[in-house]
């Protein structure tokens, strides 16, 4: 199953766990599949590394690097027109209208606001556990 996923599920994941964690495994041990666009790999990277120089005994590096060596990395021409409220989250959705993928994984509001985009199921992490993980 592909998935997108928001960068505050994957930080939340990386540095928290709880259901964020749940999903990164769920990628770990191949029940899932990430999906991403360079835009969403950058905004990654730059986010892990930011939070690394806080979080020092979290190695960000070898994660953005296994991340982007084991995603689906598409490219998504920006949307037409925004979607979301926060336009920076419109990457998201066009990744996942480029790359055919009905779920975004997000702990957003301005995301999980959205409705009716092409059948896309914007869903938080715990939902996404319990409808399609257990």
Known sequence: MNVVLDTNVLISGVFFGG????????????????????????????????????YPSVETTNITELIASHCRVVESPPLSAPISADPDDDKF??????SGTAII?????HLLNVQGVADLEITKPADFIANHLL
């Open 19 to 54: 259901p964020p964690g749940q999903v990164l495994q769920a990628w770990r041990d191949e029940n899932i599949q990430l999906v991403a666009s360079p835009e969403i790999l950058r905004e990654y990277a730059e986010v892990l590394g930011r939070l690394g120089m806080r």
């Open 93 to 98: 959705i066009a990744c996942a209208l480029a």
């Open 105 to 109: 994984i997000s702990g957003d509001a």
